[in-house]
């Protein structure tokens, strides 16, 4: 692709995390919103007039559009696996939200289309592109922890779904629950800082109501050579939010605290915080993608990493 042209992008899904993409993209220099799509016609409507940009609420008339390069998927996870097929059929771009799909089947059969459609197809996995994650990978590269001792991730939450994450699907069992909705983030940082997760052994405790996705878990898991993974989440309790990720070594311990604070400390020290640059996340993604799209190499989540996060994110739920 010419190294100037600028990106033409259609957003499909324009909720909670949609509309954070959209004003990424609209940021962008590489990139140009040319048109929007949601189901909700009056959210589409009143998100296209105030930016003067065309809309739709039938995304098939998207994936028509010759001048369209990139098509950013941003509906609820049972929904994308029928989009993004659609999209790859129509040989686009495409930067698809986390988890990849709704079952483990899905999501290989779209990394499976991703791959012959010679196509870029990334996912928005943020945390990949905050300082946070850069400090951590740098300390570990050069050796902080020591031995590696033990990995884990704790997720507790007051209520599921959080007060400011309220929609008709989150707090569901069919495509909802903290497990689809946070722990993919972690499996990917897992798996890019320090490889694969294997051998999971769940425990998931669900409501009464068939309806209602789960409320607790506890799950171990293996690293490649044996380091225990131990997974801990926990809803409707008495406490603030918690999401804590740690990996505890032998000369050091570093610490991932509500997704941007790195806490590190050495042996019989307390964890102190490490000061950070602010970086723009989405835009970091952005970056790469632009450079992907007109052929550099790039740093982004693919599809074929996707399914891989999701079969393990589905040995979690499986319990
Ligand atoms: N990457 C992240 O950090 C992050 C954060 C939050 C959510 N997510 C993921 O993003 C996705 C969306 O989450 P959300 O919180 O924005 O959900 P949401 O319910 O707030 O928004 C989804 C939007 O998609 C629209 N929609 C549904 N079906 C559609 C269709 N067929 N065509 C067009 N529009 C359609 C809905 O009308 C709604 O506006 C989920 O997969 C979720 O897991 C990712």
């Not at 692709?1 to 959209?22: T, Y």
């Not at 993919?184 to 940082?189: E, K, R, V």
């Not at 800082?193 to 171990?220: K, W």
């Not at 990720?245 to 991932?256: A, D, H, I, K, P």
Request: net charge negative.
């Amino acid at each position: 692709m010419d190294q100037q042209k600028v990106i033409r992008a259609g957003i499909i899904g324009l909720g909670g995390v949609g509309e954070r993409v959209f004003q990424a993209l609209r940021a962008h220099p590489a990139f140009q919103v040319a048109v929007l799509c949601d189901a909700s016609e009056q959210r589409v409507k009143q998100a296209a007039e105030t930016h003067r940009l065309a809309w739709t609420t039938d995304y098939r008339t998207i994936l028509d559009d010759p001048a369209i390069d990139l098509i950013y998927v941003g509906v609820p996870p049972k929904f994308h696996h029928g989009i993004v097929m659609d999209v790859l059929k129509a040989r686009k771009h495409v930067l698809c939200e986390k988890p990849l799909a709704n079952s483990e089947e899905e999501a290989k059969e779209m990394s499976e289309a991703a791959a012959s459609a010679g196509v870029v197809h990334a996912m928005n996995f943020p945390t990949y592109y905050r300082a946070a994650y850069a400090e951590m990978a740098k300390r570990i590269a050069e050796g902080f922890l020591g031995e590696l001792k033990r990995v884990e991730l704790k997720a507790h939450f007051h209520t599921w779904p959080r007060p400011w994450q309220q929609n008709h699907w989150i707090g569901g069992r069919e495509q909802g629950g903290f497990i689809r909705e946070v722990f993919p983030h972690f499996i990917h940082l897992i798996r890019a800082i320090l490889g694969p997760i294997r051998d999971v052994n769940a425990h998931v405790q669900y409501p009464a109501d068939p309806a209602l996705c789960e409320t607790a878990m506890f799950a171990s898991a293996k690293l490649d050579g044996g380091v225990p993974v131990l997974f801990d989440g926990l809803s409707q309790i008495a406490q603030k939010e918690n999401i804590t990720f740690t990996m505890y070594g032998s000369q050091g311990t570093l610490s991932l605290q509500d997704w941007n604070v790195v806490k590190a400390g050495g042996m019989n020290e307390p964890l102190t915080e490490v000061p950070l640059p602010e970086i723009d996340r989405t835009l970091g993604l952005l970056d790469e993608l632009a450079a992907a799209i007109r052929g550099e190499k790039a740093r982004l989540v693919d599809f074929a990493e996707g399914y891989e996060i999701q079969q393990t994110l589905e040995s979690l739920l499986r319990g």
